[in-house]
C-alpha cells in the first residue's frame, strides 16, 4: 500500500458495523424514598451488581458492564454494556427495589447504542 | 402503535398517596391507568361490593402525560378474587360502575368457569403464590378466541424475592400455554416507588417469556383491546368509532397556496423546565 493511501485512511475512518453495535449505553437515575441519601459511584455499582446477583446468581454478577459517569447530586448514571447482557441488566434494574431497607426506584432516562445519542433527549422538546 | 396503559392501580384510602401514584404514571409516559378495588368475598358473611370513588372528586386536574401533551385517562377496575362460583355474579348492577372488570380464579374449575363463561374482561394471574393447577389449552385458547385477556402483575416482583420466583414461574407457565397472545403486563403498585416505565415493563416480559413484539403489545395494543372489550361488554354486542376526515375548508387551501414561510416544519426548542 502506497504512504499516501495510508494518510488518507487516517484522515477518514468509516466504521461500519456489520452486526449489532458491540455495546449498548444507559441513561438512569435512581430514585430513592429518603431524597437526602447520597450514593458514591462505588456504593452504585456494587448496588447494581448486587441486583444482578439476585436476579442471575453469579454468573449474572459476573455481566461485564461499566459506569462511565455519574453525578452524585441528581442521582444520575450513564452505563456501559455489552449487547448481549442488556436484557440481564435492565430487567435487573428494573426488578432493584430496595436500597438499605428504604424504597427504591431506577428510572432508565435513554438507551441507545450510540454515546452521543445520550445527550440530548428528543421527548424533552416542545413543539412550538 | 398504540398508547401505553396501566391497567392495575391499586386503590389507597389515602387520595394524596394515589395521586403521587397517577402523577408518576403520567410522567413515566402512560396514556391511561386503571384504578383498582379488590374485592374479595368470604363465604360467612355477605359483604358489599366497592363502589368507584368519581375521578374528578379523586383527583382535580389530571396530569399532562410526558411527550404527548395530553392528560391522562383514568378508569375504574373491579377485581373480585373468586373461591367460589357463587362469588362470581353475572349481570350484577353493581359491576356497572366499573369500567373494566377482572377476576382472580383460585381453582382450576374457576379458571376454566372464566375463561369459557364469565362475561369479564381480564382474568389475574396469582403472583403471590405457586399455582395450585396448571393451565390446559383449552380454556385458554376459549379465553383468547373470546376476547378476554390475562394479566400478570409485576410489584410483586419488586417488593419480595420470593414473589419474584412465584411471579416468573407462574408467568412463563401462563405464556407456554397462551404463546404470548392476550397477555397484559401491569404494575399493581401501591407506591410511586414500585411503578416502572413502559419500556421496563417492556423488557421484563421478555424475562417472562413474551418475544420483542408480543412483549410490546402487552403494554400496548392489547390494553387497548381490553378497553374495547369493556365497552362492548356494555352495549348490545360491539362498538363503532367514527371521525371526521379532514376536510380542507377554502380559507386554509388560500393560506396553503400563499408561498408561505410555513415551509419549514415546527421548530422545535428545549423545554423550559
Known amino acids: ?128 | 402503535m398504540s398508547v401505553f396503559m396501566d391497567l392495575n392501580v391499586v386503590y389507597s384510602a389515602d387520595r394524596s398517596s394515589l395521586r403521587t401514584v397517577i402523577e408518576t404514571a403520567a410522567h413515566l409516559g402512560f396514556s391511561a391507568v386503571a384504578i383498582n378495588y379488590v374485592f374479595e368475598p368470604t363465604s360467612k358473611k355477605k359483604q358489599e361490593i366497592p363502589t368507584p370513588v368519581k375521578i374528578n372528586e379523586l383527583i382535580d386536574q389530571l396530569p399532562v402525560v410526558q411527550g404527548r401533551s395530553r392528560p391522562i385517562r383514568v378508569l375504574n377496575r373491579l377485581t373480585v378474587v373468586m373461591s367460589d362460583s357463587s362469588h362470581f355474579r353475572p349481570n350484577a348492577a353493581e359491576y356497572r360502575c366499573f369500567d373494566l372488570l377482572a377476576v382472580q380464579p383460585t381453582s382450576e374449575k374457576l379458571f376454566h368457569a372464566a375463561c369459557m363463561l364469565y362475561d369479564v374482561d381480564i382474568i389475574c394471574i396469582s403472583v403471590t403464590e405457586k399455582l395450585p393447577f396448571f393451565f390446559k389449552r383449552a380454556p385458554i385458547n376459549g379465553a383468547i378466541d373470546r376476547g378476554v385477556v390475562f394479566e400478570v402483575s409485576y410489584s410483586a416482583a419488586i417488593r419480595d424475592s420470593t414473589m419474584r420466583r412465584y411471579t416468573i414461574t407462574n408467568a412463563t407457565c401462563l405464556m407456554e400455554s397462551c404463546k404470548g397472545k392476550n397477555v397484559i403486563l401491569s404494575s399493581a403498585a401501591e407506591k410511586a416507588l414500585e411503578l416502572r416505565g413502559p419500556y421496563d415493563v417492556t423488557n421484563l416480559g421478555l424475562l417472562f417469556g413474551l418475544s420483542d413484539g408480543d412483549a410490546k403489545e402487552a403494554v400496548s395494543s392489547t390494553c387497548r383491546a381490553v378497553l374495547l372489550h369493556a365497552e362492548t361488554r356494555k352495549t348490545a354486542s360491539g362498538i363503532i368509532y367514527t371521525t371526521n376526515s379532514q376536510q380542507e375548508a377554502p380559507g386554509q387551501q388560500e393560506a396553503l397556496q400563499e408561498p408561505a414561510d410555513c415551509e419549514a416544519p415546527a421548530a422545535k426548542r428545549a423545554k423550559a423546565t
Open chain 1, 1 to 128: 500500500m502506497k504512504p499516501a493511501e495510508k494518510e488518507e485512511e487516517s484522515v477518514y475512518k468509516r466504521v461500519v458495523l456489520k452486526n449489532a453495535s458491540p455495546y449498548q449505553y444507559m441513561k438512569i437515575c435512581l430514585v430513592l424514598e429518603d431524597e437526602s441519601t447520597r450514593l458514591s459511584a462505588v456504593e452504585l455499582k456494587l448496588f447494581i451488581i448486587s441486583g444482578l446477583r439476585n436476579l442471575y446468581g453469579e454468573v449474572g454478577a459476573a455481566l461485564n458492564f461499566d459506569l462511565l459517569k455519574y453525578d452524585e447530586d441528581t442521582l444520575t448514571a450513564f452505563l456501559r454494556v455489552t449487547s448481549r447482557g442488556l436484557v440481564k441488566l435492565w430487567s435487573s434494574l428494573t426488578l432493584l427495589g430496595s436500597y438499605q431497607n428504604q424504597a427504591c426506584a431506577f428510572r432508565v432516562l435513554q438507551v441507545s447504542s450510540f454515546l452521543l445519542s445520550l445527550t440530548g433527549n428528543s421527548r424533552d422538546l416542545q413543539l412550538d
